[in-house]
């Protein structure tokens, strides 16, 4: 038996006001031909399929056509489960009605649901479609009012498959949580993984997966395992956010031979355009070729640039938002000290305070003579040529 | 061949501000055992299948509960379109995943689109289904510059596929467009039908369905037929406008022969609560026994009633309007003069003003009289306990 392991596409992603659709089409087409050559018995994605409960009219039609193709085209079924991100019962709409063809999407969490059994020549695969959803659903749904966090509710839901699972069958389960060696709380997510739940009751232990053959897991965009190799996540196609810059963006195949033991491989998709991060002065950047990929800028400059995104992009034209990496206040000037209404501060002060707001540290004394110096020179002859009144509080520090 | 038809289901529609969710399942169950009694070879649901483009999902469960029922239990297929109301590309989705499954909705107009083919003991029958759409889509789609209204559109779709039709199959067109006896202006809309364009250019000539052995239309709420019995709108299955008050609702059950003759039978399906107008005094109106139904109540009081809404709703507990009869403006009297500032008026003047607002027509003189006589009394006892200033206008004229 073999499948495709993807998840968190996110299909109508915003990535700083950009939509992300013709990217994410760009690599669904590599994906699927991937499908096309590698003929997998299966494709799991688990959850996310869209970015949002009520995605755009253009992530409707990529993902419609996306399933057309692997379903109709390519007979290859298609495993899928809701995420955080997608509308369950919005994305279950047709699900009963496609499921003949195989294309089994399962958008709401039930009791007594029923694997989806797939064959190979070794016998049966039991896959375990296991939409995300709120605590307090599979509390009702269990009717156990012990049932409060997110852990709670993958110990419940797991122990029930393992109950009733047949012990001749190798097991699948598919989900979509934030699942840690033990539990509790890590910092492994980036910024466009949308947070389960406020409060720490999101995390879920991985041991509840431990007896499943393997776990095809989604919602964090890095691909990695958790505590072992078959619980695993397949990571986004795609870069969602800068904070996602060195992460390997693909999906995975996965062999299973007749015991259930795995060998996997990591495939890599190429985007159309990477997200990532160019640290430069503006005069070096100007020298780089042209490039359409979502740069975020770190302009090295320490002297004032005026419409520095309007230059990145005449090198950039797809850049996303340029930074100044020594362009700051630091937090303690700003906290410490209210500063001096401009008016009533002298030449010398309004010199120190715009260095320092510029600059981010205090002039030095060579500085300030130098700019003593240009001043003097300026209003001398300023003097000479117009009203008196201009050097009423000048060089008074 | 026995097929019914249905059309303009508004699922999700608010009607004064109600959900209409519940009354739809209560009707949509009736329809479903209607199926299951009457076993037709296909259900039409000619467009307008939800009220919006984003429907709640308690309309997505409800329309996919439904489809599940006719397609997966009762095995009859479905042959439906999107309305003016659905989003084409979100009520496509899925579509020809669930096609093989004999659920066939589509929600986007196509050129060279193949009819759905069914068969009964003497032949073909092939159903056209023509989702609405505008004419700007047709132009693009066929390429002619021509196109500029629906009557353009839709001669441009019957003339396609009249072209290529099979003589030897008999041929039902399923469509959602604005039909009349000339393709001209007619004031047959209820407030419930949103307008297909701004403008005019939106009816279209019924001649153009005169070659299909019937013309499922859907979009105009009331059920009826155009020029000819095939050509017919099934009306919607609910009333959801006051204006609909007197139509009979249902669907249509279509029996057509070798030939494509066609027999039918309107059903009339029975509402949870019925939509209608209620015109009685307060008094009457608390005689009457408690009922549920979605009333608009007309008060036939002259006198003020306080919280009106309040107390028809111990009765009508669902009642969703009420006015009163002769409690208006006449109009002239709005339009003929500025009311004097109130503050400038005498006593009389304010009675005057208040009884014509309150009666719509002019107190008469014995009406006046009355009123100065109580206003005397009042204030004589006002004089005799109080400040005198209180009568400082009173009776000047």
């Known amino acids: 038996m073999k499948f495709f392991h993807t998840a968190d596409w996110h299909l109508g992603k915003l990535v700083q006001g950009v939509y992300m659709t013709d990217d994410q089409a760009y690599i669904l087409q590599q994906f699927v031909q991937a499908i096309e050559e590698e003929k997998p018995d299966a494709v799991i994605i688990a959850g996310d399929l869209y970015d949002r409960a009520v995605p755009p009219t253009d992530a409707v039609h990529l993902l419609n056509d996306t399933l057309d193709k692997i379903v109709l085209q390519l007979k290859t079924p298609v495993l899928a489960i809701a995420g955080n991100h997608d509308s369950p019962g919005r994305l279950n709409f047709g ?160 062999e299973m031979d007749e015991k259930g033991d795995v060998s996997l491989e990591k495939k890599e998709l190429l985007p159309r355009r990477d997200i990532r991060t160019v640290e430069a002065s503006l005069d070096e950047l100007l020298e780089h070729p042209i490039n359409e990929d979502y740069v975020f800028i770190r302009l090295t400059d320490e002297t004032a640039v005026l419409s520095p995104m309007e230059k990145v992009r005449s090198v950039y034209p797809n850049a996303m938002h340029v930074e100044r990496k020594n362009y700051m206040f630091s937090p303690e ?53 117009a009203s008196p009144q201009r050097t009423r509080n000048a060089v008074t520090n």
Chains 1, 2 share one sequence.
């Open 95 to 254: 699900s009963k009605i496609m499921r003949d063809n195989g294309c089994h999407i399962t958008g709401n969490l039930k009791k007594d649901m029923e694997p989806i059994i797939l064959h190979d020549e070794h016998g049966e695969v039991h896959f375990h479609l296991v939409p995300y959803c709120d605590p307090s659903i599979v509390r009702n749904e269990f009717g156990d009012e012990e049932i409060r966090s997110h852990n709670d509710a993958a110990k419940k839901i797991t122990e029930e498959i393992k109950a009733t699972m047949d012990p001749n069958a190798r097991h699948v389960l598919v989900g979509h949580a934030f699942v840690t060696p033990y539990g509790e709380e890590e910092e492994n997510t980036s910024d466009s993984e949308r947070p389960l739940s406020i409060g720490g009751s999101e995390y879920v232990d991985a041991t509840h997966f431990s007896s499943f053959h393997y776990t095809a897991l989604g919602h964090l965009h890095q691909a990695h395992y958790v505590t072992k190799e078959t619980i695993r996540y397949a990571g986004s196609p795609l870069k969602y956010s800068i904070s996602e810059e060195n992460h390997k963006k693909g999906y995975f195949i996965v």
């Open 333 to 385: 000037s700003e906290a410490s000290n209210e500063p001096m209404e401009r008016t009533k501060m002298s030449d010398i002060e309004l010199f120190h305070a715009f260095y320092k707001e510029v600059k981010g540290n205090e002039a030095t004394e060579e500085a300030e003579e130098l700019f003593k110096e240009v001043l003097d020179e300026l209003l001398k002859e300023e003097n000479e040529t």
